[in-house]
């Protein structure tokens, strides 16, 4: 039996999604609730998690997410029977909570079985700093160029080599990714923070004078810090301090060191898993 949760998470307060010793993760906090709601009824520990005294439950995840990141769609999965979300819900923090418990087909596996996940990075571009997007979107008070960003994303989409977008001492083996789909918007701000848009079609919220720019991508897989490496190196063309051609360039496998600065955890949200 396994079960698929889906999972919201505002990312400030912890130091990622993975479980690590003496540090607030998701991952510990989604696994306690469950550890008490299925009671003894939890899973057997992997091998390596008896030898470490690990806890007899453990989730696997679409996506691990770094420290400061969000999620508004993260997807795990766990071997055993669902529960009811408001159960798990009362036993969680207030910036974790579980939307959705459904059993899974027999194998189901969140982060191999997922055929792409899409993320957005929010950014403020505007001379004075908000209030409720302060946790949520990078402040930008820099003059910026919307049409080379246009055409920064437009470049994304295809199968390119991203080694210059994520750290050069990486266990990655592989740096070729598929980007599915790429794109900046604008979107209002007149109501200030709102909720989370999800992952579908942006077109409502196109807005041509919008001060929130939200970036949106969708991709096979991703590399660490790729997204915020990314936002990073495209914010240094729409200032003008690199062109849209210098970008193209780096996506033919360029060495780190030739991309941009990498953009604050806190703008980047995981919005959807698709399977």
């Known amino acids: ?92 923090p207030p910036d974790v909570a579980v939307l959705a418990s459904e059993p899974a087909p027999a194998g189901f596996d969140a982060r191999r079985d997922a055929r792409s996940r899409t993320y957005c990075y929010r950014v403020l571009t505007r001379r004075a700093r908000g209030v409720f997007t302060r946790a949520s979107a990078l402040w930008w008070p820099h003059a910026i160029d919307r049409d080379a960003l246009a055409e920064c994303a437009r470049a994304l989409v295809g199968t390119h080599d991203f080694t210059a977008f994520t750290p050069t001492e990486t266990d990655h083996v592989r740096f070729g990714r598929d980007v599915l789909r790429a794109e900046w918007c604008a979107v209002p701000t007149t109501h200030g923070w709102q909720s989370p848009p999800g992952a579908g079609d942006l077109s409502e919220r196109r807005s041509p004078k919008g001060e929130l720019l939200e970036f949106w991508i969708e991709a096979d897989t991703f590399m660490r810090h790729m997204n915020r490496v990314l936002v990073g190196t495209m914010l240094e063309v729409a200032g003008g301090r690199r062109t849209v051609e210098d970008f193209t360039r780096l996506l033919e496998g360029r060495p780190r060191p030739e991309a941009g600065p990498t953009a604050p955890a806190h703008g980047l949200a995981l919005a959807a898993v698709a399977y």
């Open 1 to 92: 039996m396994v079960t698929k949760l889906t999972i919201e998470y505002d990312g400030t307060e912890f130091a990622g999604w993975a479980r690590q010793p003496g540090l607030r993760t998701v991952q510990e906090e989604v696994e306690r609730a469950l550890r008490t709601v299925l009671g003894d009824r939890g899973a057997e520990a992997a091998p390596e998690e008896r030898a470490t005294g690990g806890a007899s439950l453990s989730l696997t995840v679409a996506g691990r997410t770094d420290r400061g990141v969000h999620a508004w769609g993260q997807v795990a999965s766990y071997a055993h029977e669902a529960v009811d979300p408001v159960r798990l819900n009362a036993l969680l």
